[in-house]
């Protein structure tokens, strides 16, 4: 999925986002500060503090994120793992 970090985000609350989808996000959020801090001249602002203040609450909410899209992975492959298994049972009888 294409989009601004805003976009990405509240497809957050309509369904789980992929590891693509994360990746994206934190790649504005990422590219959002690299252009600030690199800036001809870097003048600090009253909200940095709050956009600091989200962007670390935005990456643990995506480590926890990736963290439950890993997990479930892992689950499937061994479902999946499972059921060869057993299919090879099957086949030496």
């Known amino acids: 999925m294409e ?3 805003t976009e990405v985000i509240l497809k957050m609350t309509e369904q789980a986002l992929t590891r693509g989808e994360l990746l994206i996000a934190v790649g504005n959020i990422l590219r959002t500060m690299g252009l600030r801090l690199s800036a001809e001249r870097f003048q600090p602002s ?3 503090s709050e956009f600091l203040a ?3 609450a935005f990456t643990q909410l995506a480590t926890a994120s990736n963290a439950i899209l890993r997990d479930a992975e892992l689950a499937e492959i061994l479902e999946r793992l499972e059921a060869l298994e057993e299919e090879g049972r099957h086949a030496r009888k």
Request: aromatic letters at 12%; proline letters at 0%; glycine letters at 12%.
């Open 3 to 5: 989009g601004t970090t």
């Open 46 to 48: 009253m909200v940095d």
């Open 54 to 56: 989200y962007c670390r």
